[in-house]
């Protein structure tokens, strides 16, 4: 896929070969993340955290990561134990959000989910293991950045992922499952929380690790809430239009579960509209840096183009 990015009226139009970056980072990616957790006793939960983290996914929040650090002027080298850190983070909320207790589903990424396969006690643990590794990979083996921004990267890291992110939306998420009343701003609410806090995270880290100004982290900011409340929106519309091959998970949850989506309050074509829209906007706030967004451009684009 070569896609085609408006860099502003200053600059032409560059083409950016999307799926060649993309394949290229996955495959950096994986590498790391295999070497980043070795087996040793007690085997079980290590085989289980390995399990998940291990089972393929797009990558999308470490290749965010990277491409914004290196927006921000710093290295891939610099990021990848953070961008890990986000993966096993991630995985670590499909495992817990997969559970008897939460959505309970059964298959995740194309696999059997994490408690199917080791049971709710070892799936439970496994989540706690990539959490708490997840901030221990870090502090512990990032190089070549100075300790005020390595403190910075695991303060917004840990803020994203609890009560007042991640944590805080799968819980208004599950207040809000059965009830047909749910209104426009408790949506946002919930996704800017579950989906749009990790992602923003992704973006934000990348550039503090990079040691970039307050005012980029700003702009970088704005443009991963965007980006994220899209993601989002395309998920809920995937889930009612992608077969369960395509999405590697069950199809149709949100109307089985009786959820309020962003589909069942615009519609189908109102809500790729609004995905459109925001990614739009989005774009519009890295028009400061250049060429140097091509990758994070394209990538927004991405986000409404996907089929999984
Ligand atoms: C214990 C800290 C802690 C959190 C648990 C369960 C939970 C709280 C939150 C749920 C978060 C969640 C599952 C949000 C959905 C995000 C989402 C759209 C996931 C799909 O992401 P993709 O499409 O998946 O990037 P792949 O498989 O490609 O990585």
Redesign the pocket.
């Known amino acids: 896929m070569v896609l085609a990015t408006e860099m502003g009226s200053s600059q032409p139009e560059s083409s950016f070969d999307l799926s060649t970056y993309l394949a290229k980072r996955k495959e950096a990616i994986e590498v790391a993340l295999d070497s980043a957790l070795p087996v040793i006793y007690p085997e079980k939960i290590y085989e289980a955290m390995r399990y998940s983290l291990l ?7 470490p290749i965010l990561c990277l491409a914004s650090c290196e927006l921000a002027g710093g290295t891939t080298s610099m990021a990848m134990p953070t961008a890990c850190a986000l ?1 096993m ?6 495992i ?2 997969d559970l008897p207790a ?2 309970n589903d059964d298959y ?2 194309g696999k059997l989910t994490n408690h199917k396969v080791y049971g709710d006690d070892i799936a439970i643990l496994a ?2 293991a990539l ?1 708490t590794y997840a901030f221990e990979f870090i502090a512990t083996k990032t190089e070549n950045v100075p300790p005020q921004q390595v403190l910075q990267t695991i303060a917004h890291l840990g803020r994203a ?2 009560a007042g992110g ?2 805080g ?2 819980v208004v ?1 599950v207040e809000s499952e059965g009830k047909t009343d749910v209104s426009l701003e408790t949506l946002n609410y919930i996704h800017a929380h ?2 749009g806090a ?1 992602l923003e995270a992704c973006v934000v880290c990348g550039a503090i690790l990079a040691s970039a100004s307050e005012a980029d982290l700003q702009r970088l900011s704005r443009f991963a809430k965007n980006i994220g409340l899209a ?2 929106i395309i ?1 809920d519309i995937l889930d009612i239009t992608a077969t369960q091959e395509e999405l ?1 998970k069950t199809a149709g949850k949100d109307v089985q579960a009786g959820k309020v989506t962003f589909p069942s309050l615009w519609g189908i074509e109102e809500s790729r509209r609004q995905a459109s829209q925001l990614v739009a906007e989005a774009k519009a706030q890295l028009a400061v840096f250049g060429s140097k967004a091509l990758p994070l451009l394209a990538i927004a684009d991405f986000i409404t183009s996907r089929s ?1």
Request: a neutral charge; glycine letters at 16%.
């Open positions: 089972a393929g996914g797009k990558r999308l929040r993966e983070i991630h995985t670590m909320s499909l817990h959000d939460m959505d995740r990424r989540g706690d959490l992922s609890g991640l944590i939306g799968q998420d579950k989906t990790l993601f989002q998920d590697g999984n």
